[in-house]
């Protein structure tokens, strides 16, 4: 159970703007850090501040000034180029660490990141921890009951997945009747998707004959407070293009973003989205 008052860094995309939601209905002090050039127009509507990336300064003092113990920070970011970043004087102190961790990639970043609050005594809360609503639930969330088949690709899914996130290479795979047709590696997972439309008939499944299935699992490295995989209608909508049947993720470790239209959606076009939990034995 979270508490303190939370500023919310967000960037763009629906997640912050549904972790904002959620603080509000549920009373919890919040306020929003908008950063500029990304993040949603609806967060306007929030308590909170428009910043700039390279503006810790500002930053810093606008926690202390909202009494803010917590922080979340989510949504898109565009990496920046640190040589041409406009930043004020904490900027200057901090920009030199966050680039050299830059160079290790996206999550050396965020880590450098959060490391720079957390030195400074703020505790930083993941997006399902702000909002554990976005979590996927355990067992059958929507769509049709997983076939044996399905049943089977979904657990190989999984585990091809994880071997690519313990080696750093991308958060996706897609099996077929046990056979590899995708993993996710810098494109991410609608690019992935779209790549398998080139494959052979004998391997992928079609619009009238689905098989196959999209595993999200987080890289053994990552920290799911900073950055966890995430699904939502564009995903579903990719998924049943791509003739595959369903989506899998563990539970604890995949946010659905706006799910009530992402089960809808799922139910429509026939696509079954799991939650499993490694504590299982295959589902038969």
Same mark, same amino acid.
């Given at each position: 159970?979270?508490?303190?008052?939370?500023?919310?860094?967000?960037?763009?995309?629906?997640?912050?703007?549904?972790?904002?939601?959620?603080?509000?209905?549920?009373?919890?002090?919040?306020?929003?850090?908008?950063?500029?050039?990304?993040?949603?127009?609806?967060?306007?509507?929030?308590?909170?501040?428009?910043?700039?990336?390279?503006?810790?300064?500002?930053?810093?003092?606008?926690?202390? /000034?909202?009494?803010? /113990?917590?922080?979340?920070?989510?949504?898109?970011?565009?990496?920046?180029?640190?040589?041409?970043?406009?930043?004020?004087?904490?900027?200057?102190?901090?920009?030199?660490?966050?680039?050299?961790?830059?160079?290790?990639?996206?999550?050396?970043?965020?880590?450098?990141?959060?490391?720079?609050?957390?030195?400074?005594?703020?505790?930083?809360?993941?997006?399902?921890?702000?909002?554990?609503?976005?979590?996927?639930?355990?067992?059958?969330?929507?769509?049709?009951?997983?076939?044996?088949?399905?049943?089977?690709?979904?657990?190989?899914?999984?585990?091809?997945?994880?071997?690519?996130?313990?080696?750093?290479?991308?958060?996706?795979?897609?099996?077929?009747?046990?056979?590899?047709?995708?993993?996710?590696?810098?494109?991410?997972?609608?690019?992935?998707?779209?790549?398998?439309?080139?494959?052979?008939?004998?391997?992928?499944?079609?619009?009238?004959?689905?098989?196959?299935?999209?595993?999200?699992?987080?890289?053994?490295?990552?920290?799911?407070?900073?950055?966890?995989?995430?699904?939502?209608?564009?995903?579903?909508?990719?998924?049943? /293009?791509?003739?595959?049947?369903?989506?899998?993720? /563990?539970?604890?470790?995949?946010?659905?973003?706006?799910?009530?239209?992402?089960?809808?959606?799922?139910?429509?076009?026939?696509?079954?989205?799991?939650?499993?939990?490694?504590?299982?034995?295959?589902?038969?």
């Amino acid at each position: 159970m979270t508490s303190g008052k939370l500023a919310l860094i967000a960037g763009g995309g629906a997640v912050p703007v549904e972790v904002a939601r959620y603080l509000k209905a549920t009373d919890r002090p919040y306020c929003v850090l908008r950063l500029k050039e990304f993040a949603e127009p609806e967060l306007t509507d929030h308590p909170g501040y428009d910043v700039g990336l390279g503006d810790f300064g500002f930053i810093f003092s606008l926690l202390a /000034q909202e009494a803010c /113990q917590n922080i979340c920070m989510v949504g898109y970011v565009r990496r920046p180029d640190f040589d041409t970043l406009e930043h004020d004087a904490g900027g200057a102190a901090h920009l030199p660490a966050i680039q050299a961790a830059g160079r290790g990639g996206d999550d050396s970043l965020l880590r450098q990141v959060a490391h720079m609050f957390e030195s400074k005594g703020y505790v930083i809360e993941g997006a399902h921890e702000a909002n554990p609503q976005l979590l996927v639930g355990h067992g059958l969330q929507a769509g049709p009951e997983p076939s044996a088949k399905g049943h089977d690709d979904m657990v190989e899914a999984i585990r091809i997945a994880n071997v690519i996130g313990a080696l750093d290479i991308g958060q996706a795979a897609v099996v077929a009747n046990k056979i590899t047709l995708a993993v996710e590696a810098q494109e991410g997972t609608d690019l992935m998707l779209a790549r398998i439309s080139g494959l052979s008939p004998a391997l992928k499944g079609s619009l009238a004959d689905r098989k196959g299935v999209l595993a999200k699992v987080a890289k053994p490295i990552q920290d799911l407070r900073l950055d966890m995989p995430t699904i939502g209608i564009s995903t579903v909508e990719a998924v049943a /293009q791509a003739g595959l049947c369903g989506i899998v993720g /563990q539970v604890g470790k995949l946010l659905v973003v706006d799910k009530t239209a992402t089960y809808a959606t799922a139910d429509r076009l026939g696509v079954f989205i799991y939650g499993f939990d490694d504590s299982d034995s295959p589902p038969r």
